[in-house]
């Protein structure tokens, strides 16, 4: 049965890519090592058994039972580690609309879309400030959901989600298995906290995201004085009350639990090492772009950067009629490839990860630019093998091709840093995963390609004229916001604008499909930029759908304009 | 040979030992020659010079020497301020209102500094040295302020004005009533009334005195579980014990008198009325309870409660001997607060030296720093203004700005850099990461006839509650 399912699978034309039932070892032959952690050899043999690296050497022994690879003129590397990315993660899950709640007491009725918009919980604490949520708790089964990560070379990503103040405790996963078990390496790895707001509630500022987390580690350090005090002597005093939400960041304050801050800016960069010293936490910073003005703090704070490879460049069109961009923000983009190269000078620990970047391929073609910066590519191959592992406290299991490893590895036909790099052989925990190669015709060979899926009904469907003028009113707790949308369609892509009180937004990533339309937007609100995304459909001459904000959902309908 | 080499080691090493001192001792000397010298504490010093040593006023006087290799300013037919204080001043904020409770003394605007701010360049630009950065005007109890030097490149620590008393922000009147920024989707916070701004500030200080007395007595040993660290309520401990300045803002007379009564109340003095445009009416109550004054110079109209001002409410506070200060509120007239001072002059008749005390001594005294700054004066800091002419008339302008005696502003130098700047922006906008995409991408953002205003009325960007 699984044999014929391995054959089908092989067969299905859609499919590049392939599943091997778990031989009893594996050897690659005739491969160029990259060990990372020790040298190179330029021609020599890897023995997998049981999920683990058996062997590695120039002379290694092949097995008789062993599925030889022959991997002549490609590279072996350890697998590759993303340290940071939501891969796995359930989307957040969209608040039903408060349904009926109109014309109720202003106060309660918005308390009740705020409960709304929260899953259950016993938590003392508003959603967004809850360090005790888990991200293995929301990984998915399955190991299909990865296929285009997996293809690109990654056999190992750091994930979390990235929603509220604290993001909560990331999980270390293999990007193979079929159970959550067989995927999750590590839980937690750190506890990760965004510099971020809660709109419409405390804290709603970065001035209040700084006060509300000083008074929750301080929470947290009496919370664990006060469950000491107890568990000595509890007669004569008061049980400490119950609070999941402190009791997670106990051993964030013991030092046993890293904490991450999404820190991007040399003053969100100052922030994290600011607030990391002032309650002894150990602490690193994620995205780190500017990381390099400040590495003489890091190196002093001992915190390493999971840097981000997403790397700046300029998405907005040119005009003549807007203002040219400041130099801050042009110096911005030139030096955020040098970062890395001037942080490895400055001794200051780095892992590379994603960045949020949508086409994974750039990954590797980015890390590229970054030895164009000054990196030596010995140092970027380690930020994402062994230099990450290390940093996330898997050191000594992953990372790097020795005896005994987890057996991890990804195989590489070209250079790892070009564009036309392509991954024939991925190896996670043992279980081997081939891609063939695409013919050359077809562009962007190995990065963000998913797996085949039964690859059904891929021919468009009709697509619907929406074009048009349409006044809607945007249903908010306790009232109701009147906004015009003035749409233009070209195709499948949508454009125009969104115009309400609040000012005028241009309309991104607008699509119409068979099944309705979205867009993206930005809104000014209470000072601050809020992005929406619009979800809709139009039926004759009526428009419905809904809008998600950071605030929750709400409704929309109206009519199209004469 | 060999003697030749030692010998030269020898002499390199005996030299560099005896200068090395020398050379910092220099490098910490300027001299500011012949110059019209606005002491702002006892009167104005023709053809005077200023001997600054390790970022201090050494000596003022007439044909003063330098040691060799200091750094001398010709001042020659110029004029020599203090630097200016801003007493009131939101620039280098990441974020100004924590406006989602009544109540956020837990706030520090410390956490949310931005040395990277273009305004504290143009702030300097302007004569503007030293400012009160507050915590916006959303709420009856607003965040813990940051009293900080414009050292423009240097690193956010040393920004602040470390012996400066801490301060915090209150507000009366319309804006934590908030019916300037009833926003759509929000409930209506409480208060909605200026009796409810009262009785927020009320119950925000019993219970300071509660958590207070709770810790009194637990390190009495009267109680034997430690109380609960509560940072909204500590900066409140500090203000009734008097180590806390409070900076309020408010636009009644009725309002100002109700706090200061407040004070009273629970033992403290309130620092500032901030914008205080109708103090005119109350001016002696002010001068007994003690209590600084922070105005605009003659700018009222804005919104309702900012209706009943006189331009002569300066004069009217200062001949009634409150301490008043002229502050910007804004990142665009913290630039010429030098001329707001000057209106002050023309209404009422407030006397030259008055009158420039109230953007420099008056604002360094509200701010428990004059004495450090905010004159001249031997042993003070540096913090001066070297003006191509008087500094209130409106044809001067600065060449140089000096905090501490380190030059932050260089008008000649500014000219200099804008070309190797045009420079470097060529060379960046060269690169593909700078280009725009060949097709596509998002628009951009085009500038519109809409200005930003510069109140802290309804327009403002952020609800207008600064």
Redesign the interface.
Known sequence: MKVKLFLFAFAAIASLFGISASAQSIAITNAKIVTVSGETIEKGTVVIRDGLIESVGANAKIPADAQTIDATGMTVYPGFIDALTSLGLQAPATPAPTGGGRGGGGAAAAAAAATAQAPASNSNYALGLRPELTASEDIRAGESQFDANRNAGFTTVLSVGRTGIFNGQSVLIDLAGDSVSEMVVKSPVAEHISFATIPGQYPGSLLGTFSALRQMLLDAQRQQQLLKMYAANPKGMRRPEADKSLDALIPVLNREVPVVFNANTEREIIRAVDLAKEFNLKAMVAGGQEAWKVADRLKGADMAVLLSLNLPKRTTATSPEADPESLEVLRFRAEAPKCAAKLAAAGVKFAFQSGGATAIGDFFTNAGKVVEGGLGKDAAVRAMTLGSAEILGVGDRLGSIEAGKIANLAVVKGDVFARERFVPYIIIDGKLFEQKEPPKTEGRPGGGRRGGQGGGGETPAAVPNIGGSYSITIQIPDSALSSTLNLTQSGGMLTGTMVSELGTSQIRDGHVTADGFSFSASVQYGGTAIDITVKGSVNGNQISGTIDSPQGQVPFAGTKNP | MKKITAYFVLLLLVLGNARLPALAQVKSEVLIKNGTVLTASHGTLEGTDILIRDGKIAKIGKNLTASAGAQTIDATGKFVSPGIIDCHSHLML????????SV?S????R??????DIGIYRALAGGATTANLL?GSANSIG?QNAVVKFKWGK??EDFLVKDAPPGIKFALGENPRGTN?S??????RYPHTRQGVMETDRDAFLRARDYKRAWDDFKAGKT???P????ELEPLVEVIEGERLVHAHGYRSDEHLNLMLLADEFGFRVATLQHGLEAYKIAPEIAKHGTGVSIFAEYWGYKLEAYDAIPYNAYILWKNGVIVSINSDDDGRIRRLNEEAAKVMKYGGVPEEDALRMVTLNPAKQLGIDKRTGSIDVGKDADLVIWNGHPFSIYSRVETTMIEGETYFDRTKDIQNRAA?QK??EE??K???????AT????????TEKVKSDTDDAEN???GNR
Not at chain 2, 94 to 101: H, M, Q, R, T, V
Not at chain 2, 111 to 116: E, F, M
Not at chain 2, 183 to 188: C, K, S
């Open positions: 990441d974020a100004i209102n924590e406006g989602s409770l956020t837990m706030t520090r605007v956490d949310v500094l931005n040395t990277t915590h965040g690193p956010v920024f926003q759509p989707g929000r409930p209506q034997k579980i430690p609960r660290r509560d940072l700047m470097e922006r960046l906008e690169l593909d990461i700078n280009k725009g995409p596509g991408g998002a628009p951009p953002r085009i500038p960007g952020d609800g």
